[in-house]
């Protein structure tokens, strides 16, 4: 679940994740997530659909608007885009999605942000950190999105080299008035 990152901005976001030397720049597109992989039994798939389309009806618009970089090193080797207006609705939505038939404890405690490099050395993480320093995005949310995607396990070296994105948006979740 989350929220995509429009365009012009997330062209821009996928070229300094591909520049850092992320394996997931092409298969993964720029995004704040509301709510990580998560798996949900075919059971249960209609009321969660359900939960989220009242999510949606009870979350105003907003703005979102990202400036600069941040990182969660040392804890995690991660650098991203900061979100510095619209962080109380993102919080307040991750919480209300994660309430339903999608209930889990998080790893970490939830911080809003659009990831630029993971999962590459200190060199990569440092360029994306200080090539994206200047930064700044602001966009209308007006929904969020559901989206599927293989098991990283399951991605092959064709998949990593070019192969259609794996992340599919199969729901868009309108926001109230959106």
Known sequence: MAIPVPS???????AARAASGDPLAWIVPAHLTL??????????????????EGVAAACPVFDLHLRGTGSFR??????????????????????????????????????PHV????????????????DLAGFEAKFRVDSFTLYTHPNPGD????????????????????????
């Not at 949900?40 to 209609?46: C, M, N, P, T, V």
């Not at 510095?84 to 209930?103: H, K, M, T, Y």
């Open 115 to 130: 990831t630029i490099a993971q999962n590459v050395g200190t060199a990569g993480l440092d360029r994306a950190f200080n």
């Open 155 to 178: 991605w092959t070296a064709e998949t990593l080299t070019g192969a259609p994105v794996p992340w599919t948006p199969r729901a868009v979740f309108r926001l109230a008035g959106g």
């Open 74 to 111: 040392p804890v995690t080797e991660v650098v991203f885009a900061a979100v510095v207006d619209g962080i109380a609705v993102c919080e307040q939505l991750e919480s209300a999605i994660r309430q339903g038939p999608a209930q889990r404890e998080r790893t970490f405690p939830y911080h």
């Open 8 to 14: 012009p901005w997330r062209e821009v976001l996928d």
């Open 35 to 52: 709510l990580g992989p998560t798996e949900i039994e075919a059971a249960s798939l209609d009321a969660f659909r359900s939960h989220l």
